[in-house]
């Protein structure tokens, strides 16, 4: 079992910016991959970014390149998303999602197969 946390979260200005955190319970977590997905209210969950388990290879939806940044730590356990001129179409619950298979598609969420609860984003106008 993988136990992923999510932090980070909270309200803020368009324009604005927020880090988000998603802590791993194992340290086996340098063999993963990881990502993150947000899901708005009445939408589905979609994908953010991905990266590799080196961190060497990352990966962004249309929606948030350029602005967000993903990146980990893999002698904390972490990893990270930047996020930078937030809109207030990026309100959304953040989950971060591990593949421990080494089968995921980075913009698949059914290939991932364990997730954090969830951190509230929420950007006012």
């Known amino acids: 079992q993988v136990q992923l946390v999510e932090s980070g979260g909270g309200l803020v200005q368009a324009g604005g910016s927020l880090r988000l955190s998603c802590v791993a319970s194992?340290?086996?977590?340098?063999?993963?991959?990881m990502a993150w997905f947000r899901q708005a209210p009445g939408k589905e969950r979609e994908f953010v970014a991905a990266i590799s388990r080196s961190g060497g290879s990352t990966y962004y939806a249309d929606s948030v390149k350029g602005r967000f940044t993903i990146a980990r730590d893999n002698a904390k356990n972490t990893m990270s998303l930047q996020m930078n001129s937030l809109k207030p179409e990026d309100t959304a619950v953040y989950y971060c999602?591990?593949?421990?298979?080494?089968?995921?598609?980075?913009?698949?969420?059914?290939?991932?197969?364990?997730w954090g609860q969830g951190t509230q984003v929420t950007v006012s106008s």
């Open positions: 999602a591990a593949d421990t298979l080494g089968s995921a598609i980075a913009g698949d969420m059914k290939t991932y197969n364990y």
């Open positions: 194992k340290r086996t977590f340098i063999t993963y991959g």
